[in-house]
């Protein structure tokens, strides 16, 4: 950072983003049990309310006076771009119960 931050105001604007995370509700929420018995779930949220709140975080630092590491951004972009080449070359791949994934 380059100027003082006002703590109490940082404070503020980071339990807003909270209560707004927590606001968030997943879309669609599947669990089912495997003929081994173990337990899988499958949780989806909307993209957009995830971009917002990235977004919102991005905001809070920015008005803040902070600065984000350069490669957060990156990271954030290659994360939403994989996900969106995801759905539209596997739109029904499971990454979390796919055994190719799974392996890993």
């Known amino acids: ?13 980071i ?25 899988q779930a ?4 909307d ?5 917002d709140m990235l977004l919102k975080i991005v905001d809070v630092t920015e008005d803040n006076g902070l600065k984000l590491p350069r490669e957060f951004g990156l990271l954030v972009k290659q994360s939403l771009y994989f996900d969106r080449y995801l759905k ?7 990454t979390s119960t796919d055994a190719r994934m799974v392996a890993l």
């Open 1 to 13: 950072t380059d100027e003082d931050v006002d703590v109490q105001k940082f404070g503020r604007d």
């Open 15 to 39: 339990e807003q983003v909270m209560n707004d995370m927590a606001k968030v509700s997943p879309d669609t929420m599947s669990v089912g049990v495997s003929g081994d018995g173990t337990v």
């Open 42 to 45: 499958e949780i989806s949220f």
């Open 47 to 51: 993209e957009n309310e995830v971009t």
């Open 88 to 94: 539209i070359l596997a739109p029904d791949l499971n």
